[in-house]
């Protein structure tokens, strides 16, 4: 069987040998050794240089907790074309979504449609960059200046992501990652949060770790958001493999490039100045039920590609609906190819081949 992904699984005695680590020192959670060093190891690897990291038990509470902190229960204008985290994370901060169709080709939020919908309610900005490809940051942080909005970046896909020489975390108020089992670089379940300003920063911190200042006293309301000590013994762990698993992933996605008829299906156009992760392989078919056909003979052949993103997230039962043309129709076209380290050719060939024939 082959998924539309495939976890990671570093060799044990390299997972165990970490793990042993909080054995000897004894201490699961609250911030050990384990994950300050995977802390520090990210912010080398990934070169920040403004921005400061802060590791969480998954990649939506950072999204949750920037809402809470930035949100003020107002307007929220988002992007229709993202996993269901980006929109959920909205109305559970008891904000309100307001959707803004998605570029054609770039499938980011349509940063020329944003100022038509700003209203006096509007808080903050929450785009996706969507399997990885940036939206178009500068562009957006110019509205945002303009109208005194702040700027948060679901960039649950972008890890290794660079944008105009530096990392794509580096840009918004707070840009924020999952390292879900699923996702390029995982800790099982986790995530990550990124923030310039050390004010917010602080706030985020202390809001991830229930508002504690010591024992006793507070900062300020707060929430659980710590990752433990286990999940970062397998950070640890995957983490010497990333330089080999993104070679790998660029093989594979130069292989589907090099094999697919562009004349039947688009790809998604990546944004000029990115130094891409390979982390998605969507295909944008003519229509559904090409789609569907598709889907079904390679299912027939124990192949299961995945419908990222479907549906259209302003069409999901706990938002009010409103029509985002672009995004439901690209919704119902697209298609997320395997892709993952140890993908074998011959399997992606008959992938390729199968799509082709159809
Ligand atoms: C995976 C994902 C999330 C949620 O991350 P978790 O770590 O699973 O909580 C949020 N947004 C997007 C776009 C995602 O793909």
Not at 39 to 66: H, V
Not at 153 to 164: I, L, M, P, T
Not at 279 to 297: D, G, M, T
Request: aromatic share 12%.
């Amino acid at each position: 069987m082959i998924n539309v992904t495939k976890t990671f699984f570093p060799p044990i005695a390299e997972y165990t040998a970490q793990v042993q680590r909080a054995y000897d020192n004894e201490w699961l959670t609250n911030r050990g050794e384990l994950v300050r060093e995977l802390e520090d190891k990210l912010t080398k690897y990934l070169q920040l240089e403004e921005s400061k990291i802060l590791i969480t038990n998954n990649g939506t509470i950072p999204i949750q907790i920037a809402l809470k902190l930035l949100g003020n229960g107002g307007e929220v204008i988002t992007t229709p074309f993202s996993y269901v985290a980006t929109t959920a994370a909205v109305v559970w901060e008891n904000c309100t979504p307001v959707f803004v169709d998605i570029h054609p080709e770039f499938l980011t939020i349509d940063e020329t449609k944003i100022e038509a919908a700003i209203t006096s309610k509007t808080t903050c900005i929450l785009a996706t960059h969507v399997f990885g490809n940036p939206c178009n940051i500068e562009e957006i942080e110019r509205i945002a200046k303009k109208h005194n909005l702040k700027v948060i970046y679901d960039a649950a896909h972008s890890f290794a992501v660079q944008y105009k020489g530096k990392s794509v975390f580096e840009y918004g108020d707070v840009s924020t990652c999952s390292f879900h089992a699923t996702k390029l670089f995982h800790t099982g379940e986790g995530g990550a949060v990124f923030c310039k300003d050390p004010e917010l920063w602080h706030q985020i911190y202390y809001s991830h770790n229930f508002g504690h200042n010591g024992p006793t006293d507070f900062f300020g309301l707060g929430i659980n958001g710590k990752i433990s000590e286990l999940q970062a013994a397998m950070g640890l762990a995957v983490f010497p493999y990333m330089n080999e698993i993104l070679a790998g992933r660029e093989k594979i996605v130069d292989y589907y490039n090099n094999h697919l008829d562009f004349e039947k299906v688009t790809k998604m156009r990546l944004r000029e100045g990115t130094d891409w992760n390979y982390s998605y392989y969507p295909v944008i078919f003519n229509s559904e039920e090409a789609l569907l056909k598709v889907q079904k003979k390679l299912n027939d052949l124990e192949i299961f590609p995945r419908r990222y993103f479907y549906p259209s997230l302003n069409t999901v039962n706990f938002v009010d609906y409103n029509e985002m043309k672009i995004s439901e129709s690209v919704s119902s076209r697209i298609l997320c190819l395997p892709l993952y380290f140890g993908l074998e050719e011959g399997n992606i060939e008959l992938i390729v081949n199968t799509i082709i024939k159809i």
